[in-house]
């Protein structure tokens, strides 16, 4: 029986020991970007864009609103992009953050 309790207690350790670097380095990627939208060109925006699209590459014009590109924390107002979708594709006006 103490057999048991140790090897089941080893393994919720290992469990335990490996989810964890796995969430850190995923807190740490999702931290190293942002989302800036109305920036990508036709069929260059990361992942989904909006009704229509399905996943990176299909955004169907440039600087569509719903579009987004990743992009360094911080830099996506000086790249003309907004942090939220918005309507329209008119094209971004790089200005001071």
């Known amino acids: 029986m103490k057999t048991i309790l140790s090897i089941a207690s ?6 335990l ?9 995923g807190d740490k990627t999702a931290a ?4 800036c939208f109305g920036i990508a060109l036709a069929g260059k925006n990361d992942c989904k864009a909006g009704a229509g699209t399905t ?3 299909t955004s169907t014009v440039n ?4 579009a987004f590109k990743d992009v360094k924390p911080g830099t996506c107002v000086s790249l003309g992009g907004t942090l ?3 309507a329209g594709n008119a094209a971004p006006k790089p200005r001071k953050a």
């Open 10 to 15: 080893a393994s919720a350790l290992i469990a």
């Open 17 to 25: 020991a490996t989810a964890t670097p796995a969430n850190a380095a």
């Open 32 to 35: 190293s970007s942002e989302k």
């Open 55 to 57: 996943c990176a590459g």
């Open 63 to 66: 600087y569509q609103g719903s």
């Open 84 to 86: 939220n979708p918005h």
